[in-house]
């Protein structure tokens, strides 16, 4: 059994997620989104779906939230 790096829990069912190299372990996807979802910029959630980021690495949730923080050019996906 692999222990999961966010919550602890030991499961037989866990699973590694590789991102940038690293290979992180987790028993859950809430625990998975938990540490490695980009957050938004002005509201501070989870960026589950495709979200907005700016050249300059900045990551929105949503259009809305882009422009409130400035980043005019960035738009929803359609």
């Known amino acids: 059994m692999a222990m999961c790096e966010v919550c602890g829990n030991e ?3 866990a699973f590694e997620v590789r991102v940038a190299g690293a ?10 989104a938990q ?12 960026i589950l779906g495709h ?10 949730c949503c259009g809305h939230c882009a422009r409130v923080q400035g980043a005019d050019q ?3 996906h359609g």
Do not use: K, W
């Open 74 to 76: 960035l738009v929803d």
């Open 35 to 46: 540490r490695i979802a980009p957050i938004c910029e002005n509201c501070g959630c989870r």
């Open 23 to 32: 290979v992180h372990v987790f028993d859950s996807l809430e625990c998975a």
């Open 11 to 13: 499961y037989r069912m």
């Open 51 to 60: 979200g907005l980021e700016t050249e300059e690495g900045r990551f929105y």
